[in-house]
């Protein structure tokens, strides 16, 4: 796999036909990718798609059944403890000390990548001042608020200085405004050259953060590409319909079903439709025109460019969660 | 460009030494420690049920009880230290299954830290803990009427032929932590070796007293020898058979539970 533009450096990660089972689960199916220095990866899927399993291979704390994968040229099976010295691993769930101080929890973690004494307190206290996190220092991690508690884990993944880092769903559970916060601080953290391998369940989390984005369903790499490459592949634009009463949902799904290339999808929550079609304006016309006949009222019609969650949705044959948390139903797409 | 990656985790892995696994291993005592004294409640639990245990026997059930030769506070008490420990050990494979849940399992197993020093560092502030409560128990039995008989050394040596038990059986409680994974279940399935240890030895009871077919077992289990070695200690009588057997059941028993348990440890997902 290439990315547009990139100079041929030694990838940072490489992962060749990677394979892991789980009973008669395969959790990673012939998984293969590369991540060159410096360059942010999302790993995208739903729940289940073998996104943590791949970074717990990465990170050395799963062996995997056969193929390989290397990370700063080290391989996960045979350097396994000279590969812990350069990786920092941000856990989905906030791994910090409940009991300990925010402090308390940089600074053993600092001794526990052998840090000298002088050097992880400095480098603690420069993290709690990046992460706003001065103040509440000194408090027990448990009084802490989840977007305080998910900076002080970036914080603690940082504390070694790691070339290669791992954000397993950094912004899982937190509501809009912390992510943003968040989003903002990873980027500032990966514009000095750290290589980011990181996991999420959000569209717009791949778009905002990763310059190459990789689609894994069901332990299978199913796409990969950066989030414009995913969009143009799924060609052409999206007749989205909003109706002003529920009810008429499924009438005009059935309506305009014949005009796209994929069954339309039904959002309930929020009175939308939005359905894959080749061209533009033709089939938007034919829609207006098949849901005015019989007298539908309608909010807003119209025609746009694909997300990265319609591309999700072609790809998969299944939407993902999106970033504002509405569940979707989806029809039997194709792509 | 392509070199300077390649080599820039080589230079940046320090080779792990004896003096950074020996760091590794104080750090991680120092934090479970600071959880020890920031969650006092538990600690006031697994000193107050041994506390009940002592105040049972000294006066609710030991009026029943006549053991010939000695008196029975003089001859319950180094059982009922050594339940103090055992009850200890609980708390180690809750501690190991909150971890292992929490997810701190998988953060310190991604760091480079020495292994082992995870688990040393969890046996070693729960033998600190053990032996303030071993302390504090000690003190109230002999508030109750406990006396030593001895000579200092040899009552000295009693305390730490317990310590060096109650040390070995943590390692059981960590093998046993790690292996259900579930904190409720830790705690639960932790209880049944002090069940079967404690009240199956010479602790309450001399083991004469119980059923044929219990016998051989209550009579040469490790509780019983060290609670006989101990006592023998406190007021004198014949030792050493007692003491060997109980130095070898607890470096046995140690040895083959730091290996299961560092297995455990090494494969641990929550």
Redesign the interface.
Known sequence: MSYGGQVAVAPMIEVEALTKRFGVTRALDQVSLSVGAGRVVALLGPNGAGKTTLVRVLTTLLIPDSGRARVAGLDVREDAKAIRSVIGLAGQYATVDQLLTGRENLELVGLLYHLDRPVYRCRAQQALERMSLVDAGDRPVKTYSGGMRRRLDLAASLIGRPPVLFLDEPTTGLDPRTRNELWELIEELVADGTTVLLTTQYMQEAEELASSVVVLDAGRVVAAGTADELKDRMGGNVLEIHVTHQADLEKAASLVAGLGTAAPRVDAEQNKLSMPVKGGPRELIAAGRALDDVGMALEDLGIRRPSLDDAFLALTGHATSSVNGFRTRTGEADG | ??DL??Q???T???P?TLR?AL??ME??T??NL??II??PQLLFVSILQPTIILLLFRYVLGGAIHVPGINYVDFVMPGIFLEAVLIGGMTTALALAQDLQ???I????????ARPAFLAGRTLADLIRNMLALGFIIGLAVLVGFRFHNSVGACLAGIALIIVFGFALTWVYAAIGLAVKDPQTAQMAAILPMFVLFFASSALVPVATMPGWLQPFAQNQPATVTINGVRALFQGGPVYHYLWQSMSWSIGIGIVFLIVSLNLYRKA?A
């Not at chain 2, 998988?106 to 830290?113: A, I």
């Open positions: 460009m392509a990656i390649r820039s985790p080589a940046a892995a320090v792990l950074l760091r590794d750090g991680i120092r934090r600071l959880r920031r969650t929490a997810g701190m998988d953060r310190f197993r991604s760091l480079p830290m997902t």
